[in-house]
């Protein structure tokens, strides 16, 4: 079956824009993770959403982030005003249920220039 | 806090070469472990999963092991292939707070030579 996607591959970015990234999870997977990736931080936790509603949200690092999951499947996590340091790529995960196995999109390439 | 160590950071063997890579953790309250390999470019390809009541699982080439008490996992890689070179990344899920998100660590980039 499809694993889960994530649109689009890379977004190159002004500072100061608003940028949304996409995650298609696996279908029937209601938990939905976001993670951040970069060099300096390594791989990190942004938020957890259990279908539509995010009971963790500990991970985001401002109110800059947001994010949002609509219909138990499509999530869309919004970065404002973008900064440099938000610079990193984007990983989304699926798991049938919490605290099974994560599967992982290819990720999304966020460059702020 | 839980922190995750994963040591070493590189590793370069020579094709057909038995290895094993470390992972620590600091809080032994882990729900499971997972192993993910993570090619340049590309999101992470889960490799095995660990519950924390079990002390190991295999698939293929891959064994990876769990003592939870001593808070440390290896993944074994039996017969090293070329087509193994990847960065390795180890990942708990903690018991309090149960969402399921995981840790992970730095990561162990590996070059299997031919």
């Known amino acids: 079956g499809a694993g889960v996607s994530q649109s689009p591959s890379n977004k190159v970015t002004e500072k100061g824009k608003d940028v949304e990234l996409r995650c298609d999870p696996i279908s029937g997977h209601t938990a939905l993770y976001w993670y951040r990736q970069s060099l300096g931080q390594g791989l990190e936790f942004l938020i957890y959403f259990q279908g539509n509603s995010a009971p963790d949200k500990s991970g985001l690092p401002s109110d800059r982030f947001s994010a949002e999951r609509t219909g138990g499947s499509v999530s869309t996590l919004t970065i404002q005003r973008t900064q440099q340091e938000d610079s990193a790529v984007y990983l989304c995960?699926?798991?049938?249920?919490?605290?099974?196995?994560?599967?992982f999109g290819p990720g999304t390439r966020l460059t702020v220039t | 806090k839980q922190e995750v160590t994963q040591i070493p950071a590189a590793l370069s063997v020579p094709e057909g070469e038995n290895l094993v890579l470390n992972c620590s953790f600091t809080d032994s309250a882990i729900y499971n472990l997972q192993w993910f390999r993570q090619d340049p470019g590309k999101g992470l390809t889960s490799l095995l999963l660990?519950?924390?009541?079990?002390r190991e699982q295999t698939s293929g080439r891959l064994n990876a092991s769990l003592d939870k008490s001593s808070g440390r996992s290896t993944l074994y890689i039996a017969a090293s292939q070329p087509g193994d070179s990847a960065t390795y990344l180890c990942a708990v899920v903690l018991i309090p707070g149960n969402t399921g998100k995981l840790i992970f660590g730095q990561g162990t980039t590996l070059q299997v030579k031919p």
């Open positions: 660990i519950q924390s009541s079990q």
């Open positions: 995960a699926s798991s049938l249920y919490r605290l099974e196995e994560q599967y």
